[in-house]
């Protein structure tokens, strides 16, 4: 028989943060499903120790983010532990060793450190590859460009943008190793251990668990299994012979859709969802504050003048972090993705919306307020039945065209993991490397749903101006 800590601690679930791509440490496999060294590890910790893992793929910089804003309960993204991330996190034991490497084009002349100079070379964002890089940029007289994802640093460089790339010999051996189309001209040097990472203080029960299962799967044999099944001879040939089958099957447009139509469905939903949520709360928020401009009070109007100002000044993209993360660390409370996602668009595109009802009742003769009110209508019922119903047929055309850019601005929420149509792009590129064909792909279908966006809003114009 159980005993009640043991069926509590087999209940509670631990939302852990993990990079998009970085193998063999954590990628999507052809099923989308996440896999790798990181993964079977912190799955296997869980289960030996009795507790459940919700796995959150968000990359390893807003990963990083979400943990020290307690978003998150852990971090395992191969993360190298630092004297400057002890300030930050807890560290378990360490469960890997790696290097820093770097890896030029195959048909590159460059064999060594001294030949950047003048150069471009390409990192990705707060890794163990991106800080050695800049702390030698200055000896060696490059330039250093960051990239959110493994596979920009990489395409970059294979593009001729980059002249090399910076990254962990682990990470780096093993993409050459399966047909990453790159070759390693350095030996690693800046040897660091990666560790699973907690915020500073908190989830110590967690961590325990960490460091008591890795000693277990380690003493039974299970730990090198997992090594050997990603870092292996065998693994790394198997893993070039799915990349070829899978290039050759998904060479065209059709078959990469028929390959990853599950994962695209999904962050169409996700994109449509995030779509009508925000433009119903944003039309709400927009009407309130737009209509809070122009009742007869000096201090509504102001208050609704300095709101348009803040959010609509307010990068999309800051707004997101701020919410998503900022919040949070000053509370203590989490705030679900999705929900920062929805809060985000409401209020950026809530204060465009309440710029033009503002402007679109201004519009509205001066003299229809004065006649309404001279026939005895109070101030609410000449604006609900004598202005709003002009002002209205002035608001209808910025109303769809705010509808379309709150559509595309969804994107940008991929930044706190929300997995909509652009964050599912760049995981599906980071496995097939089909960039072109992949973004053509959702480039037509934000296309598609923009242009039925469109339509329908129109329809909805010509009823209101019959």
């Not at 504050?289 to 009070?297: A, N």
Request: glycine share 10%; proline share 3%.
């Amino acid at each position: 028989m159980f005993s009640q800590s043991t069926v509590q601690a087999a209940e509670k679930t631990y939302t852990i943060g993990t990079d998009v791509t970085f193998p063999p440490f954590v990628y999507a496999n052809s099923n989308n499903k996440y896999v790798g060294i990181d993964m079977e590890l912190i799955r296997a910790i869980a289960k030996q120790e009795g507790f459940n893992v919700d796995i959150k793929p968000i990359g390893f910089n807003a990963a990083v983010q979400s943990l020290s804003s307690g978003q998150i309960d852990g971090v395992i993204a191969g993360m190298t532990i630092t004297d400057e991330r002890r300030q930050k996190f807890d560290f378990s034991t360490p469960y890997y060793e790696s290097g820093i490497v770097m890896a030029v084009a195959p048909k590159s002349s460059i064999q060594n450190l001294s030949a950047l100079k003048g150069k471009r070379v390409a990192v990705k964002t707060g890794t163990s590859g991106a800080d050695y890089a800049n702390s030698i940029k200055d000896r060696y007289g490059f330039k250093v460009v960051t990239f959110d994802d493994s596979d920009n640093v990489y395409n970059d460089v294979k593009n001729g943008n980059s002249a090399a790339c910076f990254d962990d010999s682990a990470v780096l051996n093993y993409g050459v190793k399966t047909g990453l189309g790159l070759k390693i001209v350095t030996k690693p040097t800046n040897t660091g251990k990666y560790g699973f990472a907690v915020q500073k203080g908190k989830n110590q029960e967690l961590l325990a668990k960490f460091n008591s299962g890795l000693q277990k799967l380690k003493k039974n044999g299970k730990y090198a299994q997992i090594i050997e099944k990603y870092t292996g001879a065998a693994a790394t040939s198997s893993k070039k012979a799915s990349n070829q089958k899978s290039e050759a099957e998904s060479h065209t447009f059709f078959g990469l859709l028929k390959q990853n139509k599950d994962a695209l469905l999904s962050g169409v939903w996700e994109t449509i969802e995030l779509t009508v949520v925000s433009i119903i709360c944003a039309t709400i928020f927009g009407v309130l504050i737009g209509l809070l401009g122009v009742l007869p009070s000096k201090f509504a109007q102001g208050a609704s003048t300095t709101i348009i100002y803040i959010f609509r000044g307010l990068p999309l993209l800051v707004l997101a972090l701020f919410i998503y993360n900022g919040i949070p660390s000053l509370t203590g409370s989490k705030i679900p993705a999705f929900v920062a996602g929805i809060i985000t668009l409401t209020l950026n595109e809530g204060a465009y919306t309440a710029a033009f009802v503002k402007g679109g009742i201004e519009a509205v003769d001066v003299g229809q307020m004065e006649a309404a009110r001279s026939l005895g209508l109070p101030f609410g019922k000449a604006m609900r039945r004598v202005i709003l119903p002009q002002g209205l047929k002035i608001m209808v055309p910025s109303f769809i065209n705010q509808f379309i850019i709150t559509l595309k601005d969804t994107s940008i929420l991929s930044i706190i993991g929300i997995l909509e149509l652009t964050q599912t792009g760049k995981i599906i590129i980071a496995r097939n490397l089909e960039g072109f064909k992949i973004w053509t792909i959702i480039a037509v279908i934000y296309l598609v749903i923009i242009t039925v966006l469109t339509l329908l809003s129109k329809w909805v114009e010509r009823r209101v101006k019959d």
